[in-house]
């Protein structure tokens, strides 16, 4: 079935530093593929998506390039702060006459330190 | 930016009584969904709606689990009898569009089933 696979947090890091989360995911069908990131007390919100293979999102410094050969869209930010604490969640979009629905990684605490 | 609303922010009540839990979706939407997180794991598909109907549902959307938006007021998720498996954060989502268009989430609503 339709799957995604995320790093396990938490992931602690010191502000300026760099981030990866890795994201794998594992479907027969053509999804769009998502980051969402949920800040406490919220639902998670659009970080941004990318709807075709080999193409890149970015929003607010943080990048994924959809990767179809290996089936993977990880999340990176080149240099942290202190305000991206939050949960990230990878999520594959699926589509079809019955409609659409988000399939969501387990999500990946960061907690940025000053 | 547009937000959905979602009432109760937590609710607790004994095995084997009703809830209903209430969606303020953005107002101009026209696709609503659930989703059930349950502590410590991923946040699952329950159900997609679409012009009064059920679109699609999960294997999580037993039975005593019903759906509905009278008259375009709240998007309700009624559980009928609830059971302990019931406890967990019920995310609602709305949407402007089908297919891969953002999908915007509520806070959530932190459902006790004592």
């Known amino acids: 079935g339709d799957s995604v696979t995320q790093t396990e947090g938490p992931v602690t890091l010191s502000e300026g530093t760099s981030l990866t989360v890795n994201c794998s995911y594992e479907?027969?069908?053509?999804?769009?593929l998502f980051w969402y990131v949920q800040y406490p007390g919220e639902g998670p919100q659009l970080l941004f998506k990318?709807?075709?293979?080999?193409e890149k999102g970015s929003n607010r410094g943080f990048e994924a390039t959809y990767n179809k050969e290996a089936t993977s869209f990880h999340l990176q930010k080149a240099s942290v702060q202190e305000s991206d604490s939050a949960v990230y969640y990878c999520?594959?979009?699926?589509?079809?006459?019955?409609?659409?629905?988000?399939?969501f990684g387990i999500g990946t605490l960061l907690s940025v330190k000053p | 930016g547009p937000k959905v609303l979602q009432i109760p922010s937590h609710q607790i009540i004994d095995m084997g009584q009703m809830v209903t839990l209430n969606c303020d979706p953005v107002?101009?939407?026209?696709?609503f969904y659930w989703y059930k997180q349950i502590l410590g794991q991923q946040m699952e598909f329950l159900v997609n709606?679409?012009?009064?109907?059920?679109?699609?549902k999960s294997k999580l959307f037993k039975d005593q689990f019903s759906v509905e938006r009278p008259d375009g007021s709240y998007f309700t998720l009624k559980i009928q009898p609830t059971a302990l498996e019931d406890s967990a954060v019920y995310f609602c989502?709305?949407?402007?569009?089908?297919?891969?268009?953002?999908?915007?989430f509520g806070p959530g609503t932190r459902l006790t089933v004592l």
């Open positions: 989502a709305s949407s402007p569009t089908g297919g891969d268009a953002e999908q915007f």
């Open positions: 479907t027969k069908q053509y999804p769009t």
């Open positions: 990318v709807p075709k293979a080999n």
């Open positions: 999520a594959l979009g699926i589509y079809g006459s019955s409609g659409n629905k988000l399939i």
């Open positions: 107002s101009n939407h026209l696709y």
């Open positions: 709606f679409y012009n009064g109907k059920v679109m699609e």
